[in-house]
């Protein structure tokens, strides 16, 4: 029972919510009765003597093991039992494999199969190879093979250069298509990565990245949105999220900043430069995009909904891009900025990182209604939406026509006098409001881990406060005239009575 005690969490997880009498799990890998999908399976008896029962190989492997659902590994293994397990429910849930597989542009079909294996060894090896890849996926498309590496991290490991580069160099000698990582480090795109690699090594090779918090969303996401139908595939994703999220699993969320970021506030503080060329600079901007993912997966979660950083085309094929951007504006105005995309939502929502006032804003641009004329009528149009709104640090932003200066009012002012609203603005109306949640943090916002809460927490009392209740304004469709409404009434005849009677009229 002694090799048993490294499982033992995910064995008690599983065995206390499922009811094994009465299920049966289609699983490949597992043992008992569920090896019985593998009788073609060769047996082989491995060093230590034990007797398992494998399926067939890949042609590009020398060595390895199905990912299995209840891995027998050391308790030192943490990477390998995650890793195991997380592919093991890749492969045996299919919603959840075409899910993570389909965001690297491999569309898994419904006659596509997909088989992992950990413990590999490849056929071919780089010379003096120190790094060993944890595991393998292989997609049969019928017609073609898709196949990609999988490296994993668990607690505060990191992916380094020197191994991700090893492993691209690798998949390129064997033939196969990925690289894909998996650990705790945050990107907005799974075709981002958190390390800058050699892109002579990415040319014939692609590299992927799923954090975990990312897998847990999607696999929340497919439950919530009802996209997993069967029972028990259900119950194993759900019991994935549990062992995830347990803290012996190794997985952990983005939680706080760089220790670069409290010298950078205080730098700024001191009406110092700030240098976006730095290393302090560039760790800062990238914690500050891995922040904003962490906000998009708690929206995410909370909204049961896919919501995602916004950015370019060009940003999104070139992550370096999307980081020179970032830089310029941390240099030049002091402030980090980014947008989401909310789905169904009126407008993205814009958040703001001001370093050198220490606040955090949030906001989103509504364009006034175009069928009320004055600005009084379109303020009460937006007044309505947000009427159950509590007002504590929410501004509404009036931007005007022509050059006229924007103006700015506080949600409680306006809802006690809204005629403060069109003060010095006589004959103009309001073309566009913007509704901002303004958090003035002071010493907070340089303190790493209270900065991350404030951002993640701001964007979600805002969308709960003013975002979920605001609508655009909709030109309503154009309705028929009491003396048009026959189509003999604007017939030729009609037309040409009607401008002979003009002709009449006119004469005198």
Not at 78 to 107: D, H, M, Q, W, Y
Not at 114 to 143: S, Y
Not at 432 to 449: A, M
Request: proline share 5%; aromatic share 6%.
């Amino acid at each position: 029972m002694a090799c048993l005690s490294g499982s033992r969490y995910w064995l008690n997880a599983v065995s206390n919510t499922l009811k094994l009498r009465h299920l049966t799990i289609r699983v490949s890998e597992t043992y008992c009765a569920l090896t019985l999908a593998q009788k073609e399976c060769p047996c082989r008896a491995p060093n230590d003597g034990r007797k398992r029962i494998l399926r067939k190989l890949p042609d590009i492997l020398c060595a390895g093991e199905p990912a299995r659902l209840f891995p027998i590994l050391a308790d030192t293994s943490k990477e390998g039992r995650t890793l195991s397990i997380f592919l093991s429910c890749l492969e045996n849930i299919p919603e959840f494999g075409r899910s993570l597989l389909g965001a690297l542009g491999v569309r898994v079909g419904a006659r596509g199969k997909l088989d992992t294996f950990t413990e590999v060894g490849l056929q071919k090896a780089l010379p003096d190879a120190k790094h060993r890849p944890d595991g393998l996926i292989v997609v049969n498309l019928g017609k073609s093979t898709w196949t990609a590496l999988v490296e994993a991290k668990v607690g505060t490991s990191d992916l380094t250069n020197p191994q991700i580069e090893a492993y691209l160099a690798l998949a390129k000698l064997n033939g196969i298509d990925a690289v894909i990582t998996v650990s705790n480090q945050f990107t907005p795109l799974p075709t981002h990565h958190p390390l800058t690699v050699n892109a002579s090594l990415t040319k014939k090779v692609a590299l992927f990245h799923w954090s975990w918090a990312y897998v847990i969303t999607q696999a929340q996401l497919l439950r919530d949105m009802g996209d997993v139908e069967d029972r028990e595939q259900l119950i194993l994703i759900s019991e994935l999220q549990r062992f995830l999220l347990h803290p012996s699993s190794g997985v952990k969320e983005f939680d706080q900043m760089p220790a670069a970021w409290s010298d950078l506030c205080a730098t700024v503080a001191a009406g110092g430069k700030v240098n976006g060329k730095s290393e302090s600079s560039q760790e800062v901007v990238g914690c500050w995009h891995q922040a904003l993912d962490q906000v998009t997966t708690v929206l995410s979660r909370q909204l049961a909904n896919h919501v995602k950083v916004t950015m370019s085309r060009n940003e999104a094929s070139d992550p370096q891009l999307r980081l020179k951007n970032a830089l310029s504006d941390l240099a030049q105005d002091k402030c980090l900025n980014s947008q989401l995309n909310i789905p169904d939502a009126a407008a993205p929502l814009q958040i703001c990182a001001d370093i050198s006032k220490r606040v955090l804003s949030f906001q989103m641009r509504l364009k006034a209604p175009a069928d009320r004329k004055s600005t009084k009528a379109r303020l009460s149009w937006l007044l309505r939406q947000i009427a159950e709104a509590d007002p504590k640090d929410i501004y509404v932003r009036f931007l005007w026509p022509g050059r006229s200066a924007a103006t700015q009012f506080q949600l409680s002012e306006l809802r006690e006098r809204p005629e403060i609203a069109s003060a010095d603005k006589d004959g103009m109306a309001v073309s566009s409001f913007e509704l901002l949640l303004v958090k003035d943090l002071g010493t907070k916002f340089t303190q790493r881990k209270n900065f991350v809460a404030e951002l993640v927490g701001g964007a979600s009392d805002f969308h709960v406060r003013i975002g979920a209740n605001l609508s655009n304004w909709q030109a309503k469709p154009p309705k028929i005239s009491e003396g048009k409404l026959e189509p003999v009434s604007v017939g030729a005849d009609a037309l040409r009575e009607q401008v002979e009677q003009e002709a009449l009229d006119r004469s005198g």
